[in-house]
């Protein structure tokens, strides 16, 4: 062990030390992953229902993930984008060949993702259009990540508050309210921006129906469509991206979270049309189509863009939502199991109103790892490979966490 290593003692206390407050994570620190399991520094076991947020979508440590790293790793790890790379164009071919979209943009995280697509558009209205179609049209509570432009799109004020001047000719309606938005869009919109279903905004699903007409008000006003799979893509709610089952396409589409399974890498997916305005010298990255985090997605889609796996999803999603509805009938504890595929939700009745963080800290203490998605709603996304003994037992361990909160 390095002599730096030796000379420090890691603990939760000196996060508080070292660390920029903005995160307020769990007081264990964990050390080592396999599968759906987690160990923590005193070798304490937790089964992982929170998949890193949405991410580690094949487990921790996958062997296909860890060859595919490791042989990269030997070869060639960065290069910038004054040259291409192997496996971004493998990567890319194999994005395009099983989606809508012909061209591919890599990035680093979903924000990232997401910025390409917003600048994207507004520069797409400029050039196929005018300079007055600039609205950007989202939806309240949804999420898009932290960068100032994407948290201005986000439907979260109090996030994109207190930074100053705001991104502008950015508005917002209530998702699923077709009627609002039909009242707001106009020649003047550039693109809706909307998540295939809202993970951070407390796992709300879009009626059929909302999703369609969405598509229909962007066409007949000119507008891109954007959807934001960041949390719904790659496998997560039992196809390739959350679109291919919602029978709507959109112009573009982002891609991060479990797109890397755990290696940072984003991506936006658009036509070959729309592409053409993102000229050279117009965006870019230092980091984006990096060779390490392109073999780790090609390796983690090669795995999870099976029928296999696929179906696997849609098997766990009735795992989980039957115990889970059990479990909130035994306790009086949920108002509604709910979501797609492994992006889970569990909104609390009213009288555990507010009180999702006090069920994730419950749990942690009985050894199981689960997300909150708001203050009422308690957020399962496991692995989609998450074995059946793991859901079983995570489960008994979160029914001793639910046992523990309603007693
Ligand atoms: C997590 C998330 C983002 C942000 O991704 P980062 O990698 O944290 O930048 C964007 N959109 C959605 C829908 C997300 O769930």
């Known amino acids: 062990m390095a002599d730096n290593q030796q000379a420090v003692s890691v603990t939760r206390d000196l996060f508080n030390e ?93 924000a990232e993702a997401n910025e390409a697509a917003l600048k994207l558009a507004r520069r797409w209205a400029l050039e196929e259009h005018n300079q007055d179609k600039q609205q950007i049209i989202a939806f309240s509570k949804g999420f898009h990540g932290r960068t100032f432009f994407t948290v201005t799109v986000g439907g979260q004020p109090a996030y994109s508050e207190g930074f100053g001047p705001k991104p502008g000719a950015v508005e917002h309606v209530p998702y699923n309210d077709i009627d609002a938005l039909k009242a707001l869009i106009s020649d003047k919109t550039c693109a809706v921006m909307m998540e295939p279903l809202q993970g951070e905004g407390g796992v709300v699903t879009p009626d059929a129906e909302f999703v369609k007409a969405v598509r229909e008000l962007c066409d007949e006003n000119n507008a891109l469509l954007i959807f934001d799979e960041v949390q719904t893509g790659f496998g997560r709610t039992g196809s390739l991206y959350a679109y291919q089952q919602l029978g709507v396409t959109p112009d573009i589409l982002t891609s991060a979270k479990s797109l890397g399974g755990g290696f940072p890498i984003g991506a936006m997916l658009t036509t070959e049309a729309i592409a053409a305005h993102l000229k050279p010298g117009t965006h870019g990255s230092t980091y984006g189509g990096n060779p390490l985090g392109c073999a780790v997605s090609e390796a983690v889609l090669d795995v999870v863009n099976t029928d296999e796996v696929l179906n696997g999803v849609k098997q766990r999603e009735q795992w989980l939502k039957d115990q889970l509805s059990a479990i909130g009938e035994k306790y009086g504890v949920f108002k509604e199991v709910r979501g797609k595929g492994c992006l889970i939700g569990a909104e609390l009745s009213e009288k555990f109103e507010g009180r999702a963080r006090d069920f994730l800290l419950a749990g942690q203490e009985h050894g199981v790892m689960v997300l909150i998605a708001g203050a009422n709603v308690i957020r399962f996304t496991p ?8 859901i079983k037992e995570g489960l008994q361990r979160f029914e001793k966490a639910v046992a523990q909160v309603a007693g």
Not at 79 to 84: I, K, M, P, Y
Not at 383 to 390: F, G, K, V
Request: glycine share 6%.
């Open 18 to 110: 070292v660390m920029v407050p903005n995160y307020n994570p769990a007081q264990m620190i964990p050390v080592k992953g396999e599968g759906s399991k987690v160990w923590d520094q005193d070798d304490k076991e937790y089964i992982d229902f929170a998949g890193g947020i949405a991410v580690n979508c094949l487990g921790h440590c996958h062997p296909a993930m860890v060859s595919a790293l490791q042989e990269q790793s030997q070869k060639l790890w960065h290069l910038s984008n004054v040259f291409t790379n192997e496996p971004a164009i493998r990567l890319a071919k194999k994005l395009t060949d099983a989606t809508f979209a012909d061209r591919v943009y890599f990035a680093n995280s979903g």
């Open 383 to 390: 692995s989609l490979i998450i074995p059946e003994a793991d």
